[in-house]
C-alpha cells in the first residue's frame, strides 16, 4: 500500500460532485422483480397495483390536510390548525409505508405529485380558499374513498395470502383513517353552545 500523498489537485478532483448524471432506469414502472417474499407473482402483482392507487389517495388526503391547515379561518382556527396538521403527520407516516411495502413486493411507487394527480381518484379541490365545513368534507369524503379501498383490498390481500400487506390496510390505513374521520367528523355536528 502506497503512502506517497496525493497532489492537491488529484483531491480537488476526486472531491468534485458528478453532476447531470443519465443512465437508463433500474426498474421501470410497472415492472416487478422477483423477491423471496414465498408470494406468487400474480400476488405480488395485484397487491403493489391495489397499494399504488391507495398511495396515490393517501398523498392526496395528506395533501388536503396539508392545504386546509393553512387556509382553515374562523372561530375554530387554532383547534383545527393543530389538528390538520397533525393529521397530516400521520397521513405522511402512512404515505411512507404504503411506499415501502410497494418496494418489498418488488414494484416501484408512486413518487412525484403529476403521477399522484393523474391516478388519485379522489375530486381536485380547488387552489382557493373554501369555508371550514366545505374543507370538512372534502376530508371526509377523501377518508371515504381510502377506506373503502383499504377495506377492499384488505380483503383481497388476505384471499391471496398476502397477510403483509392485509396486515398493513387493517392496522395501519384503515384504524388511522376511522380515527382521523371521527376526529373530523366531530367538528360538523350541529350542537347548542351554551344551553341544552
Known sequence: M?????????VIATATP??????????????????????????????????NQLL??????RDLYKKSHWQIAGPTFYQLHLLFDAHAAEQSTLVDTLAER??????????????????????RAPKGREAVPVQISRLL???????????????LAADSGDDGTAD???????RTGERQAWFVAEHVVDTPLATA
Open 56 to 61: 396515490a389517495d393517501t398523498i392526496t388526503l
Open 168 to 174: 398493513l390496510l387493517v392496522g395501519s390505513v384503515i
Open 102 to 123: 410497494v418496494q418489498i413486493l418488488g414494484g416501484v411507487s408512486l413518487a412525484m405529485a403529476h403521477d399522484v394527480a393523474e391516478t388519485s381518484i379522489i375530486p
Open 141 to 155: 369524503h377523501a377518508h371515504e374513498i381510502v377506506l373503502e379501498e383499504a377495506r377492499a383490498m384488505a380483503r
Open 2 to 10: 502506497s503512502t506517497k500523498p496525493r497532489s492537491a489537485a488529484a
Open 18 to 51: 458528478k453532476t447531470h448524471q443519465h443512465a437508463q432506469e433500474l426498474q421501470p414502472f410497472g415492472h416487478l422483480v422477483s423477491m423471496p417474499l414465498a408470494l406468487s407473482a400474480t400476488t405480488r402483482t395485484e397487491s403493489v397495483a391495489n397499494l
